[in-house]
């Protein structure tokens, strides 16, 4: 089978909600925060739905599309995802890896340096390699948390250094967050036409509005039976975005001969039932784990509508994208991603140098 390549273009804002409820029905107002880019499963469902709508005509075959929607427990049939990937002008841009970092010079100008595995050292986990800068003249180091990286970029990262500045995009020139605020309408009203509302029915909802020139990018493998391109509803509120086939997105490709010493950066989170330690295996990665860069655990749920009755799938914490596993050992022979649910597009990896 051949792969598909889609791309998405929002027609207007998007709202991809987190984990919080939003049925509080208080007072006050209740707030439903929207996080960019989504996560793995918020476009695997949408592009199920559209083959589905599309090619299907309607006619649920699980036999091509998999019979489960709770990515923590259902498989996919024949179905394989990549990691949701964010394109500026059709090219990829990626998370800042966590390994990478800014800080000043005496002067107070801004360079960028590179974590990589120090000393061993003895702490209450044992013997440990702490991360360190491999520049020890900068102050201030921090992480960077409001600019992505662009291709060229990345592909300096995986050859062990660090971007240039234009290989850095902010943030808001991606995308930007907007408030909404709204009033439900009390349903049982709503049905005698009054169309009124009661106390704590005031909510705020903040959307996503990508730039112009910014869209998302999945890969499908397994599947064989063409597409339709249209508009389709995705995530919350039934927001439209347009879903077509295109071209492929070439990624950073990892560094020849890569033995030894190497880093994987994750580009989507990562699942794990533990957080692996020093001296651990981690999947099919080759050798043992050195050290890691991890950022703060995202919580992911999302909705099972195959239960009786249908709910939300329990909320799980992940290793967020960009997050660094430095490993010793490597062979020359890398997965594609690690961790659990990978068929949904999680834990998606790019190898490199430290």
């Not at 950066?265 to 890691?292: E, N, T, Y």
Request: aromatic share 6%; net charge negative.
């Amino acid at each position: 089978m051949t792969d598909l390549h889609l791309h998405i273009n929002a027609v207007d804002t998007l709202m991809f909600r987190d984990g919080r409820p939003f049925n509080q029905s208080d007072a006050g107002a209740s707030e439903a925060v929207s996080v960019f880019p989504p996560y793995p499963p918020t476009l695997v469902g949408a592009v199920r739905a559209a083959l589905w709508q599309g090619p299907l005509k309607g006619v649920w075959c699980s036999q091509k599309l998999g019979s489960g929607t709770n990515w923590q427990r259902d498989v996919l049939g024949p179905l394989n995802f990549g990691a949701p990937i964010l394109l500026k002008d059709g090219k990829p841009v990626f998370p800042m890896p966590l390994h990478i970092l800014e800080g000043k010079d005496e002067d107070g100008g801004k360079h960028l340096t590179r974590l990589q595995p120090g000393p061993e050292q003895n702490c209450d986990l044992g013997k440990v390699q702490l991360p360190v800068p491999t520049d020890n003249s900068l102050e201030g180091v921090k992480l960077i948390d409001d600019r992505w990286v662009n291709l060229a970029g990345m592909e300096k990262i995986l050859n062990g250094c660090v971007p240039e500045n234009g290989d850095l995009i902010e943030r808001n020139k991606l995308w930007r967050t907007e408030p909404r605020v709204g009033i439900g309408i009390d349903v049982d009203k709503a049905r005698k036409t009054t169309r009124t509302t009661t106390d704590g029915n005031l909510y705020m909802a903040s959307h996503v509005r990508m730039a112009d020139n910014v869209s998302l990018y999945v890969k499908l493998g397994g599947w064989n039976d063409g597409f339709v391109n249209a508009l389709r509803p995705m995530a919350g509120e039934h927001r439209m975005a347009e879903i077509t086939t295109g071209e492929t997105v070439e990624l950073p490709e990892q560094p020849k001969d890569l033995k030894g010493n190497y880093c994987a950066i994750l580009l989507s989170p990562m699942v794990v039932d533990a957080i692996p330690k020093a001296g651990d295996k981690i999947d099919d990665l080759p050798g043992k784990l050195v050290s890691a860069c991890l950022g703060k655990p995202v919580v992911i749920g999302g909705w099972d509508s195959n239960a009786k009755p249908p709910g939300p799938i329990p909320l799980r914490n992940c290793i967020p994208a960009g997050s660094v596993w430095f490993m010793d050992g490597g062979d020359g022979n890398y997965p594609d991603a690690i961790g659990l649910a990978t068929q949904w597009g999680f834990g998606q990896i790019m190898i490199g140098k430290f």
